[in-house]
């Protein structure tokens, strides 16, 4: 990497590319929820934890007849209401066979556990990569992501999948060198019945769309409106909406008010913003679909443009940043 009057500019990798990412390492299955004790079939590694969130656990796990490794999540369940979203997660898991969404390999039921055992991924959080002090962000990179992310929502769209809960940790890098990512956590995803009309409360501020704020019908735009914040996020470092508190950060959502900030998106093309701007609208119908994304010029002529563009993104610097600052919030929260 070379320094340049104040820009970082980025050795060209060869896995810079717009290759498709490897599937999983199993053919798709269709899952049912088995009254057994995981333990007989996987070698759960419960002393490392890989992730968690509101619902549970994630841990490595060894298949013990494969030898496959897989992840196993180990979802807390109260009540039988509880049990029916975990229910839920597997159906539309089931549902999805594609190479940038994370696959379910098996799931177990419990009194009050529920375990998933799924693909599993070593390259952690797609932002916890990018800010590596050894990684250079460059437009062409973020392209590369977001048409994966792209590529899995369209898949799921055309299943009639409604992720709805589309945000930077939920966007996993296939191993810790390539570029590959895969979509996971389908906790909150809905089956999109076009006769029904949905309404669903849920989800962190800053990643809401004004639809889920309103308490209004979603759709498929919502997806497309969260990927309009994470591909602003790559691009700029800076959370489009976020503000001091939850209620500002709410109305900011709720009037559509944001703004391309001169400084962060200084290295980034006109394409790029223009991508952009077509999601982050507030009339549903107004917004790029998965597919009119994909045919996008920022998403086209990956390959050609990485030969031109090298620039390292700022959005690198604020994006520790803000990462730090979540992981306060995290802390500040598990301390009460
Ligand atoms: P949330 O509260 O964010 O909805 P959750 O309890 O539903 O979380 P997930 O989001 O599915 O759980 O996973 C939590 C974390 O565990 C992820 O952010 C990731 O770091 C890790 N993780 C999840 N699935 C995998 C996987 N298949 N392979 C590797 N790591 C994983």
């Known amino acids: 990497m070379v320094q340049l009057s104040g820009i970082c500019r980025a050795v060209l990798s060869p896995c810079r590319d717009d290759s498709p990412p490897q599937p999983a390492s199993f ?11 995981p333990s007989t079939f996987f070698n759960i590694n419960t002393k490392e934890v890989l992730g968690g969130g509101r619902f549970g656990q994630v841990h490595r796990c060894t298949e013990k007849t494969s030898g496959l490794k897989l992840a196993a999540k180990i979802i807390k369940v109260r009540n039988p209401r509880e049990k029916e979203v975990v229910r839920n997660e597997v159906q539309v898991m089931n549902q999805l066979s594609h190479a940038n969404v994370i696959q379910l390999y098996d799931a177990f039921e419990g009194k009050n ?35 994966q992310i792209c590529e899995g929502i369209h898949y799921m ?7 709805l ?23 909150l995803a809905r089956r999109h019945k076009p006769r029904e009309k949905l309404r669903v409360s849920f989800g962190i501020p800053e990643f809401l769309a004004p639809e ?16 309009g914040v994470i591909s602003y996020m790559l691009l700029s470092g800076l959370s489009p909406f976020l503000r001091d ?26 394409e790029g913003r223009d991508f952009i701007s077509n999601l982050l609208i507030k009339e549903k119908s107004e917004r790029h679909s998965a597919a009119q994304c994909l045919k996008h010029p920022w998403l086209n002529n990956i390959g050609q443009k990485a030969m031109h563009s090298n620039i390292c993104l700022k959005s690198q610097i604020l994006l520790r940043k803000y990462m730090a600052r979540r992981l306060w919030k995290v802390q500040y929260m598990c301390a009460f």
């Open 27 to 37: 053919a798709h299955r269709f899952v049912a929820l088995r009254p057994a004790l």
């Open 113 to 147: 556990e529920v375990v998933l055992v799924m693909e599993y991924v070593d390259g952690g959080e797609l932002f916890e990569r990018i800010i590596d002090d050894n990684y250079h962000l460059t437009e062409v990179d973020a392209m590369v992501f977001v048409k």
């Open 157 to 163: 769209h055309q299943m009639y999948v409604l992720h």
């Open 165 to 187: 809960d589309l945000k930077p940790e939920n966007i996993l890098c296939v191993n810790r060198t390539g570029h590959q990512v895969k979509i996971i956590d389908f906790g």
């Open 212 to 227: 889920i704020v309103n308490f209004d019908f979603v759709s498929f735009p919502t997806d497309m409106w969260l990927l």
């Open 245 to 270: 508190d939850d209620s500002q950060t709410l109305s900011n959502v709720l009037a559509v008010n944001w703004y391309f900030d001169e400084e962060a998106f200084e290295h980034v093309s006109e």
